[in-house]
């Protein structure tokens, strides 16, 4: 049988790939890496060109191999595909962590970054201090028993990680609401309606059937007029994979929250940290726990005063206190109020194909690029769309999927993540950089396009951000390019800095366009549009405080103990910076995919650090012009450019012509004095 998994292809080959093919591509490809690590440490291999370039080379392929597996059990699940998944978790741990503690390995790096370091170029150098650190994190220098140990906690939490993916997932999957009287969906926006009408009728059931994807639950939480329905939609949203959601013997995420929280702390302990926390802040910006916390509570002392005074004037529009499910509802309305302005009443003015095609004409304005759709692309479903970058002398400069729409067996949210990372390791081939954008938005209704909301405009901007980033890169070896080696806290800043490109006077009318007349966004409302982008930034910005502290909590104080502990410290983080109380059976956390499963463990923060870092990279940007050229190609070559070949700080020196200020985003947000 021939695997497509195993063949060269320029783009993985979805259309042959089936979950029969997983395991045998991962074995064979971790075998044929095993035997060629070890013919080049046998052979003595300590110089770059002879070790650390082979060694590239085999973390590519593999990458390449595994690339489509994880986006498709991301976005296509299925029994059979996940159990393949599931299946090879253990076997990529185990080869990752192996060679991390290798120690023939970290002492020829070790001898590479000695002899070679000073005529090794500041990319090579900064690869090989990113390996030196990585396998001192790994334990390298453990006994063996402990290194043992490491490994296993590795896979053990791998796999506790991939069960509270499966179990939000399903959780969500099972829920759903059928409604029979139309009176009960009053308020709602009619593609909503139209589609909870189509789903209905492909059950065979009358009226309206509602599932629990982000489209339908941001809907009825804003524009539901009945209370109980947005109350159920809350419910089930944020009970999920809990002791109060559904089908809680299956897909209760208490245990698995105290088993992760409990592996991560002893992986720590073994390397010699006292918590996960300090252990994840050994590849960040940030220094250390302390300057995290006082970072996030001096956000807080600015935010939180804003956030109490912005909820007490909605309670008195409301007339009433207001549960959590109504806060949505009535902040839409008292919004419509203040700006005359209303989401839904702007999607018209946002269909996709008008979106997409001004936010490339934005990257193309900034970095001389030039952005085309290709077709006859083997695509993994009829939503995906594929399009090329080039440069300005024709060349191809890197490429992207594009997968917009909420659907069954596909992950919630909105991400970015890696087909294919950029490799120049010899002169004969570059393998150009190729990203998956990925969001859920409501689908197109019939002939009609998909219609976004100015929030969802917002984070399709934020991805296709992260996407400039992995695509945009000029550096040679996949481990420092794109995205890979950038500390965490950082990652978030070429997203967070293009989503301000969204709000400008300048963009808006490139971006907006309405549906049946093909008028951009009238003035006036492009201005009441404008005005409302700080409404309740203080509320907003204190939610994401309690997240990150949450997080930064739990990862520096739970040591074994159960979920109560943990639920204790979330009330405790609440009643320090929340303004909005959520009711007793609110079970966020067993959802919270982005530190239980994902890549923000102790991470969380980074989202408001690089808040702070794109706010005042922008400021630049708006002080000579938002499309100034000599500004946008300094942005690409000192940030987007340098990927993970560069230290942080030093890059965004190299751009501002000094240290990040976070004045420039306490004006964004309506927060300065």
Avoid at 144 to 166: C, I, P, V, W
Avoid at 364 to 393: K, N, S
Wanted: net charge negative; glycine share 6%.
């Amino acid at each position: 049988m021939t695997n497509p998994l195993l063949q060269s292809h320029e783009l993985p080959p979805f259309s042959a790939i089936r979950p029969e093919h997983i395991e045998p591509a991962i074995r064979q490809v971790l075998d044929e890496n095993r035997a060629k690590l070890q013919a080049l440490l046998g052979a003595k291999a300590n110089t770059w060109q002879t070790l650390v370039v082979p060694l590239e080379e085999m973390q590519h392929r593999l990458s390449r191999t595994w690339s489509p597996v994880g986006h498709m059990n991301g976005v296509v699940n299925s029994d059979e595909l996940r159990a393949a998944y599931n299946a090879c978790l253990p076997l990529l741990t185990a080869w990752h962590t192996d060679l991390a503690q290798n120690a023939a390995l970290y002492q020829a790096y070790e001898f590479i970054q000695k002899n070679e370091g000073a005529r090794l170029s500041p990319a090579q150098r900064k690869l090989l201090e990113n390996a030196l650190r990585d396998f001192r994190l790994a334990g390298v220098a453990l006994p063996e028993d402990r290194k043992r140990e490491f490994k296993a906690l590795m896979e053990k939490l791998t796999t506790l990680q991939s069960k509270f993916d499966e179990n939000v997932l399903d959780a969500t999957n099972a829920w759903s609401r059928h409604v029979t009287d139309e009176a009960e969906i009053e308020g709602l926006p009619a593609p909503v309606v139209q589609r909870a009408r189509a789903a209905a009728q492909a059950a065979g059931k009358d009226g309206w059937l509602f599932t629990l994807d982000a489209p339908n639950y941001a809907a009825v939480l804003m524009h539901a007029d009945n209370e109980n329905l947005r109350r159920e939609f809350y419910h089930g949203w944020v009970t999920r994979g809990s002791d109060q959601g559904l089908s809680p013997e299956r897909w209760d995420n208490s245990a698995l929250m105290a088993q992760i929280l409990a592996t991560r702390r002893e992986l720590a302990n073994l390397v010699g940290f006292d918590n996960y926390a300090e252990y994840s802040l050994a590849t960040k910006m940030a220094s250390s726990t302390t300057e995290v916390r006082e970072f996030l509570q001096q956000l807080a002392i600015k935010s939180k005063p804003v956030a109490a005074q912005e909820f007490a004037e909605l309670s008195k529009f409301a007339g009433r206190a207001l549960n959590a499910w109504d806060v949505g509802f009535h902040a839409e309305r008292q919004k419509q109020q203040k700006f005359s302005l209303s989401e839904e009443a702007l999607r018209p003015y946002f269909p996709v194909p008008r979106v997409l095609a001004g936010m490339f004409t934005v990257a193309e304005r900034l970095y001389g690029v030039r952005i085309v759709e290709r077709t006859g692309v083997d695509f993994y479903h009829a939503d995906a769309r594929f399009y090329d970058i080039f440069d300005t002398d024709g060349s191809r400069r890197g490429s992207f999927f594009v997968d917009l729409y909420a659907r069954p067996k596909k992950r919630g949210g909105a991400w970015m993540d890696e087909c294919v990372g950029r490799k120049h390791l010899d002169a004969a081939s570059t393998t150009l950089p190729v990203a998956y954008l990925v969001c859920n938005f409501t689908p197109p209704a019939g002939k009609q396009p998909s219609l976004l909301t100015h929030s969802e405009v917002v984070t399709m901007f934020h991805e296709f951000g992260h996407g400039l980033h992995h695509m945009l890169t000029r550096v040679d070896y996949p481990s420092i390019a794109g995205i890979n080696g950038v500390a965490w806290d950082a990652v978030e800043l070429p997203s967070q800095f293009m989503e301000n490109f969204a709000w400008r006077p300048e963009v808006l009318p490139l971006i907006s366009a309405h549906v049946e007349t093909g008028e951009p966004l009238p003035q006036e409302e492009l201005q009441r549009l404008l005005g409302s982008r700080t409404y309740q930034a203080g509320m907003a910005s204190v939610r994401q405080l309690e997240f990150a502290l949450f997080d930064l909590r739990i990862h520096s104080e739970v040591a074994g103990e159960g979920v109560d502990r943990i639920m204790q410290i979330l009330s405790e983080v609440r009643d320090s910076v929340a303004v909005i109380k959520p009711p007793a059976f609110n079970r966020f956390a067993h959802g919270f995919q982005h530190i239980f499963s994902g890549g923000y463990a102790a991470g969380y923060y980074s989202y408001k650090w690089a808040e702070v870092l794109a706010a005042d990279a922008f400021s630049a940007f708006e002080e000579q012009g938002i499309f100034n050229e000599t500004v946008s190609r300094r942005f690409l070559s000192s940030i987007l450019e340098q990927g993970g070949s560069r230290d942080a700080m030093e890059a965004f020196v190299d751009f501002r012509g000094r240290k990040p200020q976070i004045e420039p985003l306490l004006k964004q947000l309506g927060l300065a004095a």
